[in-house]
């Protein structure tokens, strides 16, 4: 099982301007002239240089996420990274309306759904588009994205088949082969993530939660979603200064996730959801932040993980 990013930012897409991204490039140029790198045949190798490859941009678009297996697919959220999702699938069966597309709906925030209006495949005759998520108003939220004055396409017209799912909480569902079971996370609207899996292979999807419930007790019927995960999805769109400032907004930091990490013994973990005022450069010193904190931490736990923060195309192994 695969962990393939479309959309790793929080709350509203924050692309580059032409300057942010006029200033980038001169710093990389900068960087590659006083470097022991020369000449145009170095420029890959001086790319995929460790202090580069850290200083990459982590992208703009919001929530969007794939879980792939062999042939199977997973789609988690309809922020506006589904629209680069729907423009590859393009390319396949659903170019042609032959193809099959399973999306899981955490909750309906503005940056979760935005994508679904300018999700190609929904609009072309033959493909099958399945929607699947616990909150009963599932299907009227994704008629609503369709609804002038909104949107000036109406669901009606629409041209593929569109088919809604409620699935029961803390309950199990087999979609495509993966094994999806929700659990509540701490948000200000009913939001529920979910421990999925392929394969002998655990993945925890913990996006939009502020992580209020941490301990064993607290998190009660929950705790699953926790236990016995090969990689965890986690929301870090806040450092611990801004967390404390932003006390019911939704979202949580790093620092949790790792504590979560290191007590349940998670084996990978990716942060994401990244605030959509944060600059490359503010999540690259989060980064260091929170390397910091591990170092700090794993001593008193004695064991070990992989982490890092993601960004739009990562593609990982579960």
Known sequence: MKLKIWGSRGSIPAPFTPLELEAKVEKYLRDFCHSSFYGSQDIKAFMDHEQISKGKTFGGNTTCVELKAGEQSLIIDGGSGLRLKGNELMAGPCGRGQGEVHIYMTHFHWDHVMGIPFF???????????????????????????????????????????????????????????????????????????????GGKNYAHVVDNEAKRVSVKDLGEDLPLYQNIDLMYFDAQYGFDDLLKKIDWGHSSSFIGMDLAFREKIKKVVFTHHDPMASDEQILKMMRSNNEYYKMQKPTYKNDFEWCFAYDGLEIDI
Do not use: M
């Open 120 to 198: 190609v495949p929904i609009f072309i005759p033959g493909n099958q588009i399945h929607f699947y998520g616990v909150d009963p108003k599932l299907e009227e939220v994704i008629k609503l994205a369709f609804t002038k004055p909104y949107f000036p396409v109406p669901f009606s017209a629409l041209a593929s088949k569109i088919h809604f799912h409620q699935l029961s909480p803390r309950q199990s569902t087999q979609i495509q082969g993966f094994e999806v079971t929700p659990y509540k996370l701490d948000h200000p609207d009913p939001c529920w993530g979910a421990k999925i899996s392929y």
